[in-house]
T-cell receptor, first 115, second 110 residues
Framework: KAGVTQTPRYLIKTRGQQVTLSCSPI?????VSWYQQTPGQGLQFLFE???????NKGNFPGRFSGRQFSNSRSEMNVSTLELGDSALYLC??????????????FGSGTQLSVL | DAKTTQPPSMDCAEGRAANLPCNHS???????VYWYRQIHSQGPQYIIH???NNETNEMASLIITEDRKSSTLILPHATLRDTAVYYC???????????FGKGTRLSVIA
């Protein structure tokens, strides 16, 4: 099985722009979670989608949003970028059998740099 | 906030067992202990999880104390490829997000 695929791998944007990151989960997985990783704050949960519905949400401003498509692929969007949004954005997929995710499988992430 | 406490760093000689401790003194009866690791420039990787019994899989063993207030992850024969940050996480169920702390940076030395 192919792993979790995140695109692009690297991205450079300027302040005020918006960005869309993409995540393709493992085939058959229905849950996708997003995390932000920075040197100062570590790994922080953004949101989780299951069957196209947001199931959990972390403590991030409304500039961060996401969605999931019927094929389980997910996108996250950050609008009005700030310098502090520079981070590694990680996507994780889970089988969500009976709505539980005992194991999450992470992609390699998208490294976003905001200048 | 993370509900676990781990030492910030540890060293281990290659071929020896690596024992990574985790304190979770406020764990609830329905919370599981999960371990993930993150090798540089990669996403976290699931290792193992357990509720109260000791668990073993092809990667590691998880020893949970009887009072469940602490646990130890054991890598039986550490290799250089085991150098990573190891995260101990307590979690109610698969429906709740993973809350990562700062983890333990394990360095395996030749």
């Amino acid at each position: 099985k192919a792993g979790v695929t995140q695109t692009p791998r690297y991205l450079i944007k300027t302040r005020g722009q918006q960005v869309t990151l993409s995540c393709s989960p493992i085939s058959g997985h229905r849950s996708v979670s997003w995390y932000q990783q920075t040197p100062g704050q570590g790994l922080q949960f953004l949101f989780e989608y299951f069957s196209e519905t947001q199931r959990n949400k972390g403590n991030f401003p409304g500039r961060f949003s996401g969605r999931q498509f019927s094929n389980s692929r997910s996108e996250m969007n950050v609008s009005t970028l700030e310098l502090g949004d520079s981070a590694l954005y990680l996507c994780a997929s889970g089988p969500a059998v009976s709505s539980t995710n005992e194991k999450l499988f992470f992609g390699s992430g998208t490294q976003l740099s905001v200048l | 906030d993370a509900k676990t406490t781990q030492p910030p760093s540890m060293d281990c000689a290659e071929g020896r067992a690596a024992n990574l401790p985790c304190n979770h003194s406020t764990i609830s009866g329905n919370e599981y202990v999960y371990w993930y690791r993150q090798i540089h420039s990669q996403g976290p990787q699931y290792i193992i999880h357990g509720l109260k019994n000791n668990e073993t899989n092809e990667m590691a063993s998880l020893i949970i104390t009887e009072d469940r207030k602490s646990s130890t992850l054991i890598l039986p024969h550490a290799t250089l490829r085991d150098t990573a940050v190891y995260y101990c996480i307590v979690r109610v169920s698969g429906n709740t997000p993973l809350v990562f702390g700062k983890g333990t940076r394990l360095s395996v030395i030749a």
